[in-house]
């Protein structure tokens, strides 16, 4: 989950730009997310992001066989 925070209504949200972001720091790559939930707020004073990311499901059953 990704909540972004911009100082105005004019920025576009984009899901890849912050999934490339991901890659090499949190994840090895941005394939291998499955689902996405992105959120888009305004925040004069503070612009930023705020990520939420979890282990799936699949990931687990995948890695306990």
Do not use: F
Not at 6 to 29: F, H, K, P, T, W
Not at 33 to 60: Q, T
Request: glycine share 4%.
């Amino acid at each position: 989950t990704a909540t972004c925070y911009y100082r105005d209504r004019r920025s576009d949200l984009d899901a890849e730009l912050l999934m490339d972001s991901l890659q090499g720091r949190v994840i090895l790559n941005d394939r291998q997310i499955w689902e996405k939930h992105l959120y888009r707020e305004i925040d004069k004073k503070n612009p930023r992001v705020e990520w939420k990311v979890e282990k799936g499901i699949s990931s687990l059953l995948s890695s306990s066989v």
